[in-house]
T-cell receptor, first 109, second 114 residues
Framework: GQSLEQPSEVTAVEGAIVQINCTYQ??????LSWYQQHDGGAPTFLSY????GLEETGRFSSFLSRSDSYGYLLLQELQMKDSASYFC??????????FGAGTRLFVKA | DVKVTQSSRYLVKRTGEKVFLECVQD?????MFWYRQDPGLGLRLIYF???????EKGDIPEGYSVSREKKERFSLILESASTNQTSMYLC?????????????FGPGTRLTVL
C-alpha cells in the first residue's frame, strides 16, 4: 500500500528550530508538498520539492531526498503562531495526492 | 486570491438522510477534490474531478457520489448518511497537473450524523 509517515507531535520553544520528518512509500512520485493547518482552519500550502535538495521560503525550508524517500520541513525562529498541524503530501500521479496523518507542533513560550 | 467556499461550516443530519455538500471556487481551476479529515488519519481523498462532468474515485468513495455540472462547482453527496460518515469534509481545487499543483482548500464542513 501507499503510506506517508510523520511524527504525531513535536514540541519546541519559541525562537528555536524544529524539524518535521516525512518518509513516504508510494507507487508514483511527483513531488513532496507541505501544508499548515491551524485549529479550525483550512490547510494552506507551505512548500513543494520536486527535486533533491533544500528549498527555502523565509523562516521555512523543506528538504527532499528521493533516493531515501524522505523529506523534512524545517521551521526556524519559531513563533507562537507556528503552533499548528503540518502535513506532508505526495503527488502520486493521475491528479492524486496522498497526505500524511499530520504532525501537531506545539510552540511553548 | 484563490477562494474556495463551502456551503456550510457545521451540519447535523440524521441517519439515512441524503446530504449535499457544496463547494465553489472562483479561480477557474481545472481540478477539484473532496477529502475527509479524521484525527490520526490525515486527509483522505473521496473523489476528484479534472473537468466538468468528469469524476474519478479516490481512496474512500464508498457511500459517496459527486457532481460537477459547472467548472466552479463540485458537490459531494451522501446518498444515505451513516454515523461513520461523521467527519470534517474539505474541498480543494488546483489549477492543473498530476498532483503537483498547489491545492487550495475551503474552510471545511463539520458533518455530524446522528
Amino acid at each position: 500500500g501507499q503510506s506517508l509517515e510523520q511524527p504525531s507531535e513535536v514540541t519546541a520553544v519559541e525562537g528555536a528550530i524544529v524539524q518535521i520528518n516525512c518518509t513516504y512509500q508510494t507507487s508514483g512520485f511527483y513531488g513532496l508538498s507541505w501544508y499548515q493547518q491551524h485549529d479550525g482552519g483550512a490547510p494552506t500550502f507551505l512548500s513543494y520539492n520536486a527535486l533533491d535538495g533544500l528549498e527555502e521560503t523565509g523562516r521555512f525550508s523543506s528538504f527532499l531526498s528521493r533516493s531515501d524517500s524522505y523529506g523534512y520541513l524545517l521551521l526556524q525562529e519559531l513563533q507562537m503562531k507556528d503552533s499548528a498541524s503540518y502535513f506532508c503530501a505526495v503527488g502520486t500521479g493521475g491528479f492524486k495526492t496522498i497526505f500524511g496523518a499530520g504532525t501537531r507542533l506545539f510552540v511553548k513560550a | 486570491d484563490v477562494k474556495v467556499t463551502q456551503s456550510s461550516r457545521y451540519l447535523v443530519k440524521r441517519t439515512g438522510e441524503k446530504v449535499f455538500l457544496e463547494c465553489v471556487q472562483d479561480m477557474d481551476h481545472e481540478n477539484m477534490f473532496w477529502y475527509r479529515q479524521d484525527p490520526g488519519l490525515g486527509l483522505r481523498l473521496i473523489y476528484f474531478s479534472y473537468d466538468v462532468k468528469m469524476k474519478e474515485k479516490g481512496d474512500i468513495p464508498e457511500g459517496y457520489s459527486v457532481s460537477r455540472e459547472k467548472k466552479e462547482r463540485f458537490s459531494l453527496i451522501l446518498e444515505s448518511a451513516s454515523t461513520n460518515q461523521t467527519s470534517m469534509y474539505l474541498c480543494a481545487s488546483s489549477l492543473s497537473g498530476q498532483g503537483t499543483d498547489t491545492q487550495y482548500f475551503g474552510p471545511g464542513t463539520r458533518l455530524t450524523v446522528l
